[in-house]
């Protein structure tokens, strides 16, 4: 019976090859399924970056209009011109003529005079100063925009390579994607699952090939172990001599034949038997260690697809406001009003809450991928 023993022992060795190629197969999905998602979160970060540069540019452009006519302290601001001479001879004369002692406030109104002209040209020089730090700062932030969408486009081509290498095509090849990223459907038995589902795995299923294997070698072991008996017909060719006289010259010999095998050295195939028992064990405690880390690792993958759903609302929603305050801002600032730090801060808000939505999404259709490859559903 070792010849059964063996033809088994091929048979379930090669099932569990067959189970290691469905895993890899199930590998490079789920490669391709998260790949896909960085590159599209890439394009989406890149068009954000896009907007924001013409909306900062459109901000350069008002703030050059109020700085140039002087709405946050131009060059053009006019200074008020000092009081007449006459004036102020008709006003000293006036006290002189009322009241001897308006001498004195005369001078501390020369005085009050004179220092609101010292005064008015500081201030305007001081609003010059703030209007071109405005300025500065807007095209600084241009700057980073722009460093940023460079960055984000060599980031693309290096995504889109190895998305083309998972395909084997040319790491050139043009990646069409959609204009925007959205979250994929996912079925509700997928996220109720019982602790048999997950033999449908392949991991699990080359680990029960293996076992069955090594069942079918302990089976041969023991049996190679066991006296073996054997018939058969030896059949010899004689060719014809001339120099013989016998009567069986020329003719084919058959002789049947019986052997018969005694195992005395019993020691080999009994460590050969030990040995295919503790591989045995080896594999059934790899079995159990590989459905705990496929339970952990499932319910990680729920709990983080739960937790970037919750993000996507909350994102959406904060976007939504900031766009909105966004706007009046913009606005606001076009008629002369609010301040450019504030304008530049919602900005930046809006930026954060559009970046974050889109990383929300990625990390949920990255979940979703991850738990199709656990549950071995393509």
């Known amino acids: 019976g070792t010849l059964k023993a063996s033809k088994d022992e091929m048979s379930s060795m090669a099932g569990a090859k067959y189970a290691s190629v469905q895993a890899a197969k199930l590998g490079v999905c789920y490669d391709v399924r998260s790949t896909w998602y960085e590159l599209i979160k890439t394009k989406e970060r890149l068009r954000i970056a896009k907007e924001?540069?013409?909306i900062l540019n459109t901000v350069k452009q008002l703030a050059?209009?109020?700085f140039s006519s002087g709405g946050i302290g131009g060059a053009n601001q006019?200074?008020?011109p000092p009081p007449s001479s006459a004036n102020t001879g008709s006003v000293a004369q006036t006290g002189s003529d009322g009241m001897q002692g308006m001498g004195g406030n005369k001078s501390a109104g020369a005085t009050a005079s004179g220092n609101n002209m010292q005064t008015m040209p500081g201030s305007s020089m001081n609003n010059t100063g703030?209007?071109?730090t405005d300025l500065y700062r807007i095209e600084m932030e241009i700057n980073e925009l722009e460093n940023d969408?460079?960055?984000l486009m060599n980031s693309e081509k290096s995504i889109t390579a190895r998305f083309n290498s998972y395909l084997d095509r040319n790491p050139a090849t043009q990646v069409s994607c959609p204009d925007s990223l959205v979250m994929v459907s996912i079925s509700s038995p997928l996220l109720e699952v019982a602790d048999s589902?997950?033999?449908?795995?392949p991991m699990l299923q080359m680990l029960q090939y293996e076992g069955k294997s090594f069942e079918a070698r302990e089976k041969m072991v023991t049996k190679m172990g066991y006296p073996m008996a054997g018939i058969g017909v030896d059949y010899s060719l004689t060719a014809k001599s001339g120099m013989s006289s016998s009567s069986m010259n020329g003719k084919d010999m058959i002789m049947p034949m019986v052997s018969l095998t005694l195992p005395i050295y019993r020691k080999k195939y009994r460590a050969m038997?030990?040995?295919t028992g503790f591989m045995k064990e080896a594999v059934n405690e790899n079995y159990r260690s590989t459905v705990n880390s496929l339970q952990t690792s499932y319910y990680e993958a729920v709990q983080s697809l739960r937790d970037s759903k919750r993000r996507v609302g909350l994102y959406n929603s904060q976007s939504r406001l900031a766009s909105g305050s966004l706007s009046i801002m913009i606005k606001s600032f076009s008629a002369g009003e609010?301040?450019?730090?504030?304008l530049l801060l919602v900005r930046r808000q809006l930026n954060d809450y559009e970046l974050g939505r889109i990383e929300a999404v990625a990390d949920y259709n990255t979940s979703v991928a991850l738990i199709k490859q656990i549950l071995a559903y393509e």
């Open 78 to 80: 006019s200074v008020p």
């Open 149 to 151: 969408i460079s960055v």
């Open 64 to 66: 050059l209009k109020r």
């Open 197 to 201: 589902t997950f033999k449908n795995s």
């Open 130 to 132: 703030t209007g071109l």
């Open 52 to 54: 924001n540069l013409g």
């Open 338 to 342: 609010g301040t450019l730090a504030d």
């Open 273 to 275: 038997k030990n040995e």
